[in-house]
């Protein structure tokens, strides 16, 4: 059974960067298109990016977009978001997750499509 591991996160200033990754466990990885996800206090679950099982396609939130970067190692079983320009609304504990399609879909951004869940991560962006 897929096992979803993560890493990163941390206390970081406006304008920084950081690099969460979200490590897989199991054979099915390898067909599992792989989202993030944020949840701040008292605000739904909202969905951040997704990339598609061989790493060839990727979606954003526009939140995101153009500040945050999806890749996967699949040779590393892992995933990574690079966050730049990071913003105080960032905020937020950060979750991977799994979904048995190849592909992200168009349904990308509903956590419901997801089957496996990390553990979260908090992410704070304070001065």
């Known amino acids: 059974q897929l096992h979803l591991v993560q890493s990163g996160g941390g206390l970081v200033h406006p304008g920084g960067s950081l690099r969460l990754s979200c490590a897989g466990s199991?054979?099915?990885?390898?067909?599992?298109?792989i989202g993030w996800f944020r949840q701040a206090p008292g605000r739904e679950r909202e969905g951040v990016s997704c990339?598609?099982?061989?790493?060839?396609?990727?979606e954003y939130s526009q939140s995101v977009e153009g500040r945050f970067t999806i890749s996967r190692d699949n040779a590393g079983n892992t995933v990574y978001l690079e966050m730049t320009n990071l913003r105080s609304e960032d905020t937020a504990i950060y979750y991977c997750?799994?979904?048995?399609?190849?592909?992200?879909?168009?349904?990308?951004?509903?956590?419901?499509?997801?089957?496996?869940w990390g553990q979260g991560t908090p992410v704070t962006v304070s001065s």
């Open positions: 997750a799994a979904q048995s399609f190849v592909l992200c879909g168009v349904n990308w951004d509903e956590s419901r499509e997801y089957d496996v």
């Open positions: 199991d054979i099915t990885w390898y067909s599992d298109s």
């Open positions: 990339i598609s099982a061989n790493g060839e396609t990727t």
